[in-house]
T-cell receptor, first 110, second 116 residues
Framework: QKEVEQDPGPLSVPEGAIVSLNCTYSNSAFQYFMWYRQYSRKGPELLMYTYSSGNKEDGRFTAQVDKSSKYISLFIRDSQPSDSATYLC??????????FGKGTMLLVSP | GAGVSQTPSNKVTEKGKYVELRCDPISGHTALYWYRQSLGQGPEFLIYFQGTGAADDSGLPNDRFFAVRPEGSVSTLKIQRTERGDSAVYLCASFPRAKGRGYGYTFGSGTRLTVV
């Protein structure tokens, strides 16, 4: 079992929809959870990170961690065409290194 | 510079050739990382530098891959005897901290390597 699993999509939604992106992980010792956004032909950029369980909100974005089921989610409210990108979950796997999921491609149509 | 700069942005090379990929981190960032992203996959860790030394090179796939950072700033990833399976986007990232866990690093746009 891979350390981080993520459905690659693509996920297509109309503008204004609520989007739910998800990852599962295998190691219950993980404490930090991160979401990166990657536009085509660009490097990933950090969107949000959470520590331990619970929710964290930043504008239209909410990150949620459920440690009991080893499940992390990113919700996007009022999705915009500019949100079209690949979303990668990432978990620290070493002192300063990250293990990424495969990424989910999101397409928001006007 | 304002961001992490990687050159070239695209590189096509023939199987068996040697290539060098360059990364210019954000000025003053002491930590530098190389990741590799194959088509349809997330980035995979290759090597991490703290200053001039490789603090963790456990992600390098084999001895054809080597990276240096002689002055603690610019880094070069070197691939010998390239194979078609080396085709991927090679991403560089940097982080300001000299020590302590640092995960929110800044990535460059990557070098897209194609081995034909």
């Amino acid at each position: 079992q891979k350390e981080v699993e993520q459905d690659p999509g693509p996920l297509s939604v109309p503008e204004g929809a609520i989007v739910s992106l998800n990852c599962t992980y295998s190691n219950s010792a993980f404490q930090y959870f991160m979401w990166y956004r990657q536009y085509s032909r660009k490097g990933p950029e950090l969107l949000m990170y959470t520590y331990s369980s619970g929710n964290k909100e930043d504008g239209r974005f909410t990150a949620q961690v459920d440690k009991s089921s080893k499940y992390i989610s990113l919700f996007i409210r009022d999705s915009q065409p500019s949100d079209s990108a690949t979303y990668l979950c990432a978990i620290p796997s070493g002192y300063s290194t990250l293990t990424f999921g495969k990424g989910t491609m999101l397409l928001v149509s006007p | 510079g304002a961001g992490v700069s990687q050159t070239p942005s695209n590189k096509v090379t023939e199987k068996g050739k040697y290539v060098e990929l360059r990364c210019d981190p954000i000025s003053g960032h002491t930590a530098l990382y190389w990741y590799r992203q194959s088509l349809g996959q997330g980035p995979e860790f290759l090597i991490y530098f703290q200053g001039t030394g490789a603090a963790d090179d456990s992600g390098l796939p084999n001895d054809r891959f080597f990276a240096v950072r002689p002055e603690g700033s610019v880094s070069t990833l070197k691939i010998q005897r390239t194979e078609r399976g080396d085709s991927a986007v090679y991403l560089c990232a940097s982080f300001p901290r000299a020590k302590g866990r640092g995960y929110g690093y800044t990535f460059g746009s990557g070098t897209r390597l194609t081995v034909v």
